[in-house]
């Protein structure tokens, strides 16, 4: 005490004579650099707590009743408060510790584990200033609406039951054509091609003599009546079963002259797709000579994935885009799921039905195809980058503030426009980490794995 007292006694004095002693003052602006927490050295003096220049060389307090603050001797670092060692774990990672410091049987030392790296189990600690390094995002698990969609490719095909083929079921030659060239649009009741066929004048020429037998074969008697009929109407009946014209057995009927001669029409008005009739041919039975399709009505058939059926499924809207037609869009309905999953692509597919009044969508086109299931009811939901799916779990980590994370396990549903149904393992409001989530969860695996070492 004495020292100190003579050491202040005689820098005051330098300080009133003017001396060399100024450096033992520091400038007012290096207090907050020598502070008592920083320095844990000889004390030199005492300064204001305000930061003026005012120093005293022992221990005081200024007007307003506050310490003056102690300046230490610089070049001797503070102490930093002793961590407290919970137990030792062994280096190489065995199931092994030690209440006290040891080596294992390599000589290594044990790993001290404190007591402030071990947190509430199942928990795991990150201090601030990492979490902001890390990029660390938040978000609040809610109850939305999942509007789910799913992007197919597609083909425009024509309406299969608004098709129909034009074929003999009998040999005939084709004489002329009147539909001469795919494409050509053609209405029911319309001349296609004439036809001329020794088999069609044969049954017709049965006709024509049984009608002409009638009246002879009545005034003969009963049998002779019975015998005429059947034989005329067998050949009527011939003629129909043949599809003969009703205008060509008509006129047979009327005139009683077989020609073998046949006028052929469409049954259905369309547009020709396929056209194998030429003049000349010689066409046998089934031989299909047209293909006529209605394509007032279309359909457009896509492949959806098979784990896209929840959200594709019959009743959902589609919206149509074709290359074709760039930024019109097509409005339909999945009127059929077709009930087969192919092998080899995992597809399935969907009829989706559109009216083709303007005649724009052909056959072939292809098509992208946006479908979107009914709306349901609210779901509690969270990013999806928040979910962590290993395929054996599917965990969210829970941001319980000031750097504790908590890994929780969650049963994870439907997706959709970057979010997740969280089925179970969640409660709405909860806080869940939608980035860095890799890193903070393989720091918890290690402090679990690290919590098997405790004695």
Known sequence: MRNTSIWAASALALIAAGGAAWWLWPAHNDMPNRTATEQTGRVLYYQAPSGASEFSAVPKKDAQGRDFVAVRAPGE????????V??????MGLADTSPTPKKDSMGMDYIPVYTDETDEPGTVKISLDRVQRLGVRTAIAKRRVLNESVLLSGTVTADERRQSVVSLKFKAWIAKLHVAATGEKVRAGQPLFDIHSPFILQQETTLALALGAKEISQELGDVYARTNARSESSAYQRLRLYEVPDSEIARLIHTRQPSGH????AQHSGTVLEKAAVEGL???EGTVLYRIADLSSIWVIADAPEL????ARRGA???ITLNAWPGKTFEGKVTFVYPEVSMTTRTAKLRIELANQDGLLLPGMFASVDVSAPAGNPVLTVPDSALIDSGARQIVLIARGEGLF???????????NGLVEVMSGLKEGETVVTSATFLIDAESNLR????????
């Open 77 to 84: 670092p503070a102490q930093k408060p002793q961590r407290q």
């Open 86 to 91: 919970k137990y030792y774990r062994n280096p």
């Open 262 to 265: 046949i006028t052929w029409v």
């Open 282 to 284: 010689h066409a046998e």
């Open 308 to 311: 896209s059926l929840g959200i």
């Open 317 to 319: 809207s589609a919206r």
């Open 406 to 416: 908590e890994p929780r396990a969650v049963t994870a549903g439907r997706r959709a």
């Open 448 to 455: 679990a794995a690290l919590q098997s070492f405790k004695p």
